[in-house]
């Protein structure tokens, strides 16, 4: 286990946190340029940092089930897992969005509570292995900054676990977000 996974010249080792050493591959003009791209950029800075970050998970997909996918994560477990519990309350049939599901780590918890969970994920081979460990839920490969193909107003809650920090622009997640609920 532990495998290596290239990144723009740089190496991840898949032993540390992934969304941590994810973001220490870029350079630190790379980060600026994803935080900040000239206007008439942003429309193709924001496609290929998508891709980049599609790719990326794309890669490391069935690592991350092994490692970390269901309860083998002990600060999910420990410490995140508890706030989110709080924070989402009872969840018991509402709809919800897991934005960024990944493998459906929270899907499969908040539906085991009773909730009709809908989950997105930009990286098809998360996506895929969520579906073969829980082909009952509706699971769809898309962006969260889109969302498309969800109506608006459609969720009662939407959660988004260990995902923001992937997403090069956060205003129009958030807009996203705004409008299915
Ligand atoms: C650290 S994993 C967390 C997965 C899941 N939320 C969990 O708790 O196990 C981050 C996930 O965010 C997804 N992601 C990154 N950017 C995204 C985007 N723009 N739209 C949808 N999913 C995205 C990745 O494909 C990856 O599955």
């Given at each position: 286990m532990g495998g290596q996974c290239g990144r723009r010249g740089g190496s991840i080792r898949l032993s540390r946190p992934v969304e941590s050493t994810f973001a220490c591959s870029l350079s630190s003009r790379e980060?600026?340029?994803?935080?900040a791209p000239p206007g008439d950029m942003k429309g193709r800075m924001s496609l290929d940092a998508l891709g980049e970050v599609r790719?990326?998970?794309?890669?490391?997909?069935?690592?991350?089930q092994t490692q970390v996918g269901e309860d083998r994560d002990r600060n999910r477990r420990l410490n995140?897992?508890?706030?989110?519990?709080?924070?989402?309350?009872?969840?018991s049939g509402l709809d919800v969005l897991?934005?960024?599901?990944?493998?459906?780590?929270?899907?499969?918890?908040l539906s085991?509570?009773?909730?009709?969970?809908?989950?997105?994920?930009?990286?098809d081979?998360?996506?895929?292995?969520?579906?073969?460990?829980?082909p009952e839920l509706d699971l769809r490969v898309d962006s969260v900054s889109t969302l498309g193909g969800l109506e608006d107003d459609w969720f009662d809650l939407v959660v988004s676990n260990y995902a923001s920090m992937d997403v090069p622009f956060l205003e129009e997640t958030l807009d996203a977000f705004h409008r299915v609920l």
């Open positions: 980060l600026k340029e994803l935080a790719d990326f998970w794309n890669r490391v997909a069935s690592d991350w995140s897992d508890p706030v989110l519990r709080d924070f989402a309350g009872d969840a897991d934005a960024s599901c990944g493998t459906g780590y929270l899907s499969r918890k085991e509570l009773g909730a009709h969970v809908v989950g997105v994920d930009l990286s081979n998360m996506v895929g292995i969520a579906e073969e460990l829980s």
